[in-house]
């Protein structure tokens, strides 16, 4: 079960019943089995005859759902979190996630998005790095799934039915100067990048440029997005073991925001 330090005690003026609430939801989203009046009583410091005036109309509302004596969360209050991030819409979710890569990467940064019609991967949103020497491209530049770290981490996170049909038909073109990859190749390479969620490409697109990527899995264990740092290749390639690390572990954080979200 994961923990987390105790609510700041509220400030003069603050509606105490209001902060009560909160904790009661914050609470119970890291309580999957529920917890009883006396459990919550004693996590968020307040009597238990205070939670019961909350609680009932939660109960009554289907904010909160009581069952054995234990106390869970409700379809109202799953139906609002669900409507609240659809009107955010991903990119928006994914922005602080976009931020942080940033910062601790100290290079450039994009959210791609796939395009399974055109079966591309597009640069949807994205921060550039602050260096002097960086590498950038514009919001809404496509490429290749088979071409770029971030198209290969989504095409390897795609239903197994879909990525086999792709991979019967896609004509693999030489990419910058390299001769055309074999669908061999890319087939175990997929298998390689669904085990570490992490892919690589060095030079491949665009010659003196590297990418490392890693989907943002949804609920259903496929991707339509992912997080890419992009740098020049010299720079990248020397820092390869921590950026592997971390743009995975940025987009762990990511996919588990990413499955709360409606159609996720």
């Keep these: 079960m994961t923990t987390r330090p105790p609510r700041n005690p ?21 309580r999957r089995q529920g917890a009883t009046l006396a459990e919550l ?16 109309p939660l109960v009554a509302h289907k904010y909160l759902v009581q069952t054995d004596g234990k106390y869970e969360l409700g379809p109202s209050i799953f139906q609002l979190s669900a409507e609240v991030l659809a009107s955010a819409g ?12 940033r910062e601790r990467s100290n290079e ?29 491209a514009p919001i809404g530049t496509s ?41 061999s190749e890319l087939q175990k390479e997929l298998e390689d990048i669904r085990e570490s969620r992490v892919a690589l490409n060095l030079n491949s697109l665009v010659s003196g440029a590297a990418g490392i990527a890693s989907p943002i899995i949804k609920a259903d264990g ?25 743009v995975a572990e940025v987009a762990q954080s990511a996919s588990a925001t990413l499955a709360h979200m409606p159609g996720a």
């Design 10 to 30: 509220s400030s003069p003026g603050e509606p105490r019943s209001l902060l009560r609430i909160l904790g009661l939801f914050e609470t119970l989203s890291h």
């Design 41 to 56: 009583s004693t996590a968020l410091e307040a009597p238990k005859s205070s939670l019961l005036l909350l609680l009932r």
């Design 90 to 101: 991903v990119s928006r979710i994914m922005r602080p996630y976009i931020e942080e890569l």
């Design 108 to 136: 450039s940064v994009y959210l791609a998005a796939l395009d399974k019609e055109a079966r591309q991967v597009t640069y949807v949103d994205g921060l550039e790095s602050r260096q002097a020497v960086r590498y950038w």
């Design 143 to 183: 490429r290749p799934l088979y071409g770029s770290a971030a198209g290969k981490a989504l095409l390897a996170f795609q239903d197994e039915a879909w990525r086999k049909d792709y991979l019967k038909t896609v004509k693999l073109m030489p990419l910058a100067e390299k001769s055309a990859i074999k669908k």
């Design 222 to 246: 496929t991707a339509t997005h992912a997080l890419l740092i992009v740098a020049p290749s010299d720079r990248l390639i020397q820092a390869i073991p921590q950026l592997e690390g971390l």
